[in-house]
């Protein structure tokens, strides 16, 4: 009986040292995670707005329209800004941002679900479009609209089934598939999406036919690519189609772009696997960070949607874009970005990143009014190679690598659907801090157990009184 007993007891000890070491740690990373990805550290929703907006723009009549469409929410941004400025730069179109209506809009991150708190003002609202311009595109581009419903955003898929004339091209990028797919457009077509909506794309379109492992896919007047980052491909092509591969080269060398091969032939190996479990494994243990990005005036679109998607997909650092005072800031090509705060608003930061684009007056102007505040660290510029063979995202992912460690940075770029080069993490940190709280959480949890089964409370001295 008591070589029973103590066999039970030993299991029971055995298990208890079990879930100390390995369940609790484990639990903790989880909860810390969890509350990181779950709450994104400020609204989603862009606050209001009071100050003027700009006169809707003129179209320059020598040039094709091209529309980069908006949700009543907004939509992702590396879906939205790249494509953009990609058609700016090509000098072929003119690329305005359109909305149902001309509101602050926020634009999201593709990698994990939060907010970047990057807004924006759409040129037109729909009716802005018709009553000051009036004809149809010749591009209409669908990126993933936030929280897309086609109850909710009946009115987008209005816009675009009314707007499509004979000569439209349309682009849809990741998510946008959805959009495209209940305006009917995508019936009896070909096409590519992000893997994730492959059933949904299945139902609401039966007749069109999906190639998978591809970048993306050209179907005459609809042209479709995979997820996220694959839209850059796509819209590189959209230009090599309209104004040729010279034009579509040049364009990609001045964003530092070198994965062009796509332009040749689009086939590719989508990565897979459980990204936010990946990510929840290698930053369970991390502390968010606050990281400020200040905007000025010449701003590269491309290069804020290379910044803040692979951070803010990360889970552990939390954007507060912001500029001397809360106005409208254009980007290097014609966007219209509304910071969310001002440097007497933005909360403390740990980390300051300057964003790419032009070196000019502007930019000048906004670091000597962050100096002169005298509220933060000093602006890091850690994208002064972008342009010569490196985008923005490579050197975001670059930046992760050195300060996370490697496994962070490949992640977020398979998230991404980014063709990042294994040269980008040659000198990646090592996840010390990771591997130190765990341990620490297992010592931890070992200790506890072993004084529960090991120390004895003290007996009480037991007081005997004899009888009178």
Known sequence: MNHRILSWRSLVTAIAYLVAVIIVPISIEGLNYYNKAAVPGQPMEAPAYSGALPLPPTPDPTKKIAVVVSG?????????????????????FNVYSV???RAVLPLGPGAVIGATSLDFVPHFS????????????????????????????AAVLEWIRVHVGPE???LAICDGIMPVADTRLLDGHTFTTNPGDFDYVQEHAPSATLLQDLRYVDDGALVTSSAVSSGIDATLHVVDRVAGRAKALD????????????????????????FRLE???????????????????GVSEFGLAGLLDPEVGSTSATAFVMAPERSIVRGATGFQFVPRFTFSTV?????VLLPTGDRNAARQQVLAAWSAANIGPAPEDIYQDVGRSETAYDATLQDLARTRHAAVAQTIAMSLFYPADSALFANAAWPFREVLAAVALMLLGAAVVFAATHVRAPRRAHLCTQPA
């Open 72 to 92: 009543a929410d907004g939509s992702e941004i590396t879906d939205t800004l790249p494509p953009f400025e990609i058609l700016a730069r090509s000098g072929v």
């Open 251 to 274: 364009v990609a060398h001045q964003l530092g772009y070198t994965h062009t091969g796509a332009l040749e032939d689009p086939r590719f190996e989508p990565p897979t696997g459980n």
């Open 279 to 297: 990510m929840g494994i290698l930053t369970g243990f991390e502390v968010r960070q606050q990281l400020g990005v200040p905007l000025y005036d």
């Open 99 to 101: 909305a149902p209506e």
């Open 126 to 153: 729909f009716n802005n479009y018709d009553a000051l311009i009036g004809t149809a595109p010749d591009l209409i581009v669908v990126p993933g609209l936030t929280g897309y419903t086609p109850e909710r955003d």
């Open 168 to 170: 439209t091209t349309v």
């Open 347 to 351: 909360p403390a930061l740990d980390r």
